[in-house]
């Protein structure tokens, strides 16, 4: 695909023809080999490698640590001009990636590209995604295009686990305004205009220990903790009845539980963590009073039993509308370099809740690769094609949305 098959202006064409993907798939490949799984913390590298390629192409590039070892990264285009000071449009993305696990067929982190593909941990969640919008970036530097405001790259940490890098963002404060975020997260470039948030509660229930001939004389915690689960799964199935259109419903998944000392006793301890998806809008604490007040209409704490409920992680959902100007520059951006164009929501969660809650930044997703059959699978790739799709549509998105 060249420039040549992209339906735009003679002038957004000439910005077009100075990406050129073969960069953006060594850049790519550069990303991917520095790793950075999470849970551990290690995204340092990546941070570095995107600092030194953002200075390499003449953008201004700054790093802000989180936790040592852990920096969030901004990287800037100012707007052309003194007087370029309008708001901006700012891009999100992350520089951690879940851990790659066994089973995989290549090498992690030692990127290959075999036809239209390019492997590797995190080509598609989301390195391909940054190394495309940094692409774009200097696309726009290096054609001297007078935009209306800066074009920002902010690039967190910790968003595969608890948030921590998008927490510090948003609590340092954005700097300046912007017309709209754009999240480089892969949805193969669809143009996701709602997205579920999600929030972790973790429960440790106590009981009293006996010996298991004699159950009575103790307390059991998994048995509390059964019935707790109960009550998720039915609240779970109340929500199931009635669904959004884009998000579908609030769910809840028990993803791990632990409990017991022995075969030959009453459990005395027992603990569960929950994910619960969260609707825009929805305060995980209004969820966990309500959880706690079912808890203690089925009685099932009390004679014994005690249960201590904690949010350890939540991020917000968002809802953009349909027609505003955001959506439809996006969407017809990524129409118009000839990707499958369509607008839709996501079931998934991602930091771009806390850019539209905290902030009132207009925001969508759209970046490269798929979300359900890629990210955080083995032998995880993004195709190349869409990959330069994704930086091309970057670039006439800046373009139109930033034009003076």
């Not at 064409?13 to 060594?26: F, G, M, N």
């Not at 936790?67 to 992350?94: C, E, I, M, T």
Request: proline content about 6%; hydrophobic content about 35%; aromatic content about 2%.
């Amino acid at each position: 695909m060249t420039s040549d098959d992209v339906q735009c202006t003679p002038e957004e064409r000439a910005v077009l023809d100075l990406i050129d993907p073969d960069e953006l798939v060594a850049l790519t490949c550069t990303l991917v080999n520095t790793a950075g799984e999470n849970p551990g913390g290690s995204e340092e590298p990546t941070a570095q490698a995107l600092e030194r390629a953002a200075e390499e192409r003449g953008l201004l590039a700054s790093s802000d640590v989180v936790a040592p070892g852990r920096p969030n990264v901004d990287v800037d285009l100012p707007g052309g001009g003194p007087v370029a000071n309008g708001p901006g449009l700012l891009f999100l993305g992350h520089s951690d990636v879940v851990p790659a696990g066994p089973g995989w067929t290549r090498q992690p982190y030692n990127a290959e590209v075999e036809g239209d593909r390019l492997y590797g941990r995190g080509a598609t969640d989301m390195k391909g995604g940054l190394a495309a919008v940094l692409v774009a970036m200097d696309a726009l530097r290096r054609s001297g295009t007078e935009l209306s405001g800066p074009v920002r790259l902010s690039s967190t940490v910790d968003e595969e686990d608890l948030g921590l890098g998008i927490r510090h963002l948003t609590a340092r404060g954005l700097g300046r305004e912007f017309r709209g975020c754009i999240v480089a997260e892969p949805t193969d470039l669809q143009t996701v205009i709602a997205c579920r948030g999600d929030s972790y509660l973790e429960v440790e229930i106590t009981g009293v220990p006996a010996h298991s001939g004699r159950p009575a004389d103790g307390r059991n915690a998994i048995d509390a903790a059964a019935a707790l689960l109960t009550l998720v799964k039915q609240d779970h199935e109340k929500h199931t009845r009635e669904t959004d259109p884009l998000l579908g419903s609030p769910t809840w998944n028990v993803g791990k539980i632990e409990g017991g000392r022995a075969t030959s006793m009453v459990a005395p301890s027992c603990h569960v963590w929950l994910d619960r998806r969260l609707m825009p809008g929805e305060d995980p604490e209004q969820i966990l009073a309500e959880l706690h007040k079912a808890v203690d209409e089925a009685g099932i704490t009390g004679d014994g039993i005690s249960m201590d409920i904690e949010i350890t992680m939540s991020m917000p959902g968002f809802r953009t509308d349909r027609d505003h100007g955001l959506v439809s520059t996006v969407h017809g951006a990524v129409a118009d370099v000839g990707g499958a164009a369509s607008i839709g929501g996501w079931t998934a969660a991602c930091d771009g809740g806390f850019i539209a809650r905290d902030h009132g930044v207009p925001t969508v997703v759209m970046g490269p690769g798929g979300l359900n059959d890629q990210a955080h699978q083995v032998d995880e790739s993004v195709s190349v094609r869409e990959l330069t799709q994704a930086a091309r549509a970057y670039t006439l998105a800046a373009l139109r949305l930033l034009s003076r």
